[in-house]
């Protein structure tokens, strides 16, 4: 992994030299070779309270946190640093250690100028208050905040940003050596990156951007051994895991760059990702798991036409690349290394491709296929709702390790985790016996429901077929697969028992939307929402956890319901009733229990045959609904 760091870095002209490191800064402030200012530049992106990101240096003058606050602080960065450092007068700080930073600013700049004179201008706009006090008004005209970072840039000049230039470059290395300590263990090591025999670097830089997910806004450290504890052999600080000092500053520029500029949320961790030949937007299939509902689609289909056009022989070119993906978080300011992929872009996209087929399902309200997620909205979709005030890190780190399971198996193509598909059955099993659907309804979050179930019943569905595929299951047979929509014909007993477990449910709707309901049921007379305990409220648990006895009591009082509808809606009682021949006559008396597989079956069944009748129906409410679940839900997972 860090040899795969270390090559990106050398790939993408990042730093591999200590003392230099990408920069970001918002703001720069123009001035002329005089040092006169003439205005001030917004580098970031935004407005308002809205702003973010800034201009990146690759190459700009860094010192780490050790540095900066070794043997008393006090310093400052060097061309690049905060507005209230270089701006300090003007805001009127008068705290001790502000000061001191300013004023190490000032000299540093000062000093750099007697050896650089082409940094003489920014010297000359340091020292003259009126300059600087323009360049400040300015400033809180745009409303900039004291934190913000702060460069130059110098009219005239080519390229115009100071920290672009290279003629400073000397300068630094050599006030490094003489004014900082080196970072450099005495003794001689292997480097675990490299193979040669080096002085490790003692300290490691930070790595940035995973504030979101754990980490510290100053960054958080991927080799640290700080504490005893940590400290073995003898060896100080990072001897324990000896990486040269350029290889060290590669891998941490290599990752913040990533993090920046092509990584993706997933589910509480950050998934880093980069190929070794670079694609276009449209070619990135892993967007397929991460992308909104337009780049998914795209990835998929670019997946399909790609795996086409290589078996053609058409894109012989596509089978010399490779994938990298490393996810990531952060705890105690340690970076956390979650997760290490690499394989072949032909693998890549025959997984893509497998992934979405495994997925695919018949829509809650039986006409078209479900809309497929973002990969982390089907990990979310294996814990209960986010509470209110509930922190979302913790919340996630429930799954965390099926979290890693799903990653590996969209990417690699493996099976799904048997923990997922207990934990969906538990969920869904409490969602369907509290009438949480029509709570949902009341609340207006009726669509935000029916997502919710969709994603967990493709999940059942990708579990079954996989554990068939891989043998996992104790009868593999191909023909167990599960299809997309109703199976009438399915070899499983558990799912037909599924299903009859549905039909129940709706005979007993149909009686008490008819003008009343069975007294058995508790319901009152009316509306079919008035019963006050539902065939399903009453009976799912039982009939997954003894469906022998109880689904031979449900057959038992349906035959109420359906005298009733035999009064009131003859044609329907009699479909109802063929339909329930139908389906015991492909099966046998049920079993005692249900193990974990057949479980499963029978929630698939309970959700194909609910879908079918709903397209029989052709619900209108139900229909309106599945069209706003697409673009609304994507904006949940982060």
């Known amino acids: 992994m860090l040899q795969e760091l270390i090559e990106y870095a050398h790939k993408h002209s990042l730093s591999t030299e200590a003392g230099f490191a990408s920069r970001n800064a918002q703001w720069a402030v123009r001035i002329d070779k005089n040092g006169r200012c003439l205005g001030v530049l917004y580098r970031g992106e935004g407005e308002g309270s809205k702003r973010y990101g800034g201009r990146t240096f690759l190459r700009a003058?860094?010192?780490?946190?050790?540095?900066?606050?070794?043997?008393?602080?006090?310093?400052?960065?060097?061309?690049?640093?905060?507005?209230?450092?270089?701006?300090?007068?003007?805001?009127?700080?008068?705290?001790?250690?502000?000061?001191?930073?300013?004023?190490?600013?000032?000299?540093?700049?000062?000093?750099?100028?007697?050896?650089?004179?082409?940094?003489?201008?920014?010297?000359?706009?340091?020292?003259?208050?009126?300059?600087?006090?323009?360049?400040?008004?300015?400033?809180?005209?745009?409303?900039?905040?004291?934190?913000?970072?702060?460069?130059?840039?110098?009219?005239?000049?080519?390229?115009?940003?100071?920290?672009?230039?290279?003629?400073?470059?000397?300068?630094?290395?050599?006030?490094?050596?003489?004014?900082?300590?080196?970072?450099?263990?005495?003794?001689?090591?292997?480097?675990?990156?490299?193979?040669?025999?080096?002085?490790?670097?003692?300290?490691?830089?930070?790595?940035?951007?995973?504030?979101?997910?754990?980490?510290?806004?100053?960054?958080?450290?991927?080799?640290?051994?700080?504490?005893?504890?940590?400290?073995?052999?003898?060896?100080?600080?990072?001897?324990?895991?000896?990486?040269?000092?350029?290889?060290?500053?590669?891998?941490?520029?290599?990752?913040?760059?990533?993090?920046?500029?092509?990584?993706?949320?997933?589910?509480?961790?950050?998934?880093?990702?980069?190929?070794?030949?670079?694609?276009?937007?449209?070619?990135?299939?892993?967007?397929?798991?991460?992308?909104?509902?337009?780049?998914?689609?795209?990835?998929?289909?670019?997946?399909?036409?790609?795996?086409?056009?290589?078996?053609?022989?058409?894109?012989?070119?596509?089978?010399?690349?490779?994938?990298?993906?490393?996810?990531?978080?952060?705890?105690?300011?340690?970076?956390?290394?979650?997760?290490?992929?690499?394989?072949?872009?032909?693998?890549?996209?025959?997984?893509?491709?497998?992934?979405?087929?495994?997925?695919?399902?018949?829509?809650?309200?039986?006409?078209?296929?479900?809309?497929?997620?973002?990969?982390?909205?089907?990990?979310?979709?294996?814990?209960?709702?986010?509470?209110?005030?509930?922190?979302?890190?913790?919340?996630?780190?429930?799954?965390?390790?099926?979290?890693?399971?799903?990653?590996?198996?969209?990417?690699?193509?493996?099976?799904?985790?048997?923990?997922?598909?207990?934990?969906?059955?538990?969920?869904?099993?409490?969602?369907?016996?509290?009438?949480?659907?029509e709570e949902a309804r009341r609340t207006g979050r009726l669509a935000q429901a029916i997502a919710l179930i969709q994603r967990r019943m493709s999940l059942l569905r990708a579990y079954i077929n996989r554990a068939i595929e891989f043998e996992r299951l104790t009868d593999n047979r191909k023909e167990r697969n599960m299809s997309q929509n109703l199976n009438p014909n399915h070899p499983e007993p558990a799912y037909h028992f599924g299903r009859l477990m549905a039909v129940y449910s709706r005979i007993q709707d149909a009686s008490a939307s008819q003008g009343g309901a069975s007294r058995d049921d508790g319901a009152n007379a009316g509306d079919a929402r008035a019963v006050k305990a539902s065939v399903v409220n009453r009976f799912f648990t039982a009939a997954v956890s003894t469906p022998r006895t109880t689904l031979s009591r449900l057959d038992r009082l349906s035959q109420h319901h359906l005298a009733k509808l035999k009064r009131d809606a003859g044609g329907l009682a009699s479909w109802f009733e063929s339909l329930l021949v139908d389906i015991w006559d492909g099966v046998q008396e049920p079993p005692e229990h249900f193990d974990t597989e057949k479980e499963i079956f029978f929630h698939l069944g309970y959700y194909h045959q609910l879908a079918a009748m709903r397209r029989r129906k052709e619900t209108s409410d139900d229909e309106d609904s599945l069209k706003h679940t697409t673009e609304r839900e994507d904006d949940n997972d982060g």
Request: glycine share 6%; charged share 25%.
């Open 61 to 437: 003058p860094n010192l780490t946190h050790p540095e900066l606050t070794g043997e008393g602080g006090g310093r400052s960065h060097f061309l690049i640093d905060s507005i209230d450092t270089v701006f300090c007068d003007q805001l009127g700080i008068d705290k001790e250690s502000k000061r001191r930073r300013h004023e190490f600013f000032l000299q540093l700049h000062q000093d750099a100028a007697e050896d650089v004179p082409e940094l003489v201008p920014v010297v000359a706009f340091l020292r003259d208050e009126n300059q600087r006090a323009r360049a400040f008004e300015q400033l809180q005209d745009e409303k900039a905040k004291p934190s913000d970072k702060l460069t130059f840039a110098v009219e005239g000049a080519d390229p115009p940003y100071v920290p672009d230039w290279t003629c400073w470059h000397d300068w630094w290395r050599e006030f490094r050596r003489e004014n900082l300590p080196a970072n450099k263990a005495d003794s001689e090591l292997v480097c675990l990156a490299t193979g040669e025999v080096v002085h490790p670097a003692l300290t490691h830089n930070k790595v940035r951007h995973l504030n979101s997910v754990g980490g510290l806004s100053t960054g958080d450290a991927l080799v640290s051994f700080k504490y005893d504890p940590y400290q073995s052999y003898g060896f100080k600080q990072s001897e324990n895991g000896a990486v040269d000092e350029s290889a060290m500053v590669a891998y941490t520029e290599a990752l913040n760059d990533l993090l920046a500029n092509s990584s993706e949320h997933l589910a509480g961790a950050r998934v880093a990702y980069w190929f070794k030949k670079s694609v276009s937007k449209e070619n990135n299939l892993l967007f397929g798991f991460f992308g909104d509902e337009t780049e998914r689609q795209t990835a998929v289909n670019n997946a399909r036409e790609l795996l086409r056009a290589v078996r053609e022989g058409r894109r012989p070119e596509a089978l010399d690349n490779e994938f990298y993906a490393l996810s990531l978080s952060a705890n105690s300011g340690r970076v956390v290394i979650r997760d290490w992929m690499q394989g072949s872009f032909e693998q890549l996209a025959e997984n893509v491709d497998a992934w979405f087929s495994d997925l695919d399902l018949v829509a809650f309200g039986g006409r078209g296929s479900v809309h497929h997620a973002r990969l982390g909205q089907y990990v979310e979709s294996l814990l209960p709702p986010l509470k209110r005030g509930q922190d979302r890190m913790k919340w996630l780190a429930a799954v965390s390790g099926e979290r890693s399971a799903l990653w590996r198996a969209a990417v690699e193509g493996r099976p799904l985790p048997a923990s997922a598909a207990r934990r969906i059955l538990s969920l869904n099993q409490t969602f369907v016996q509290t009438s949480a659907l």
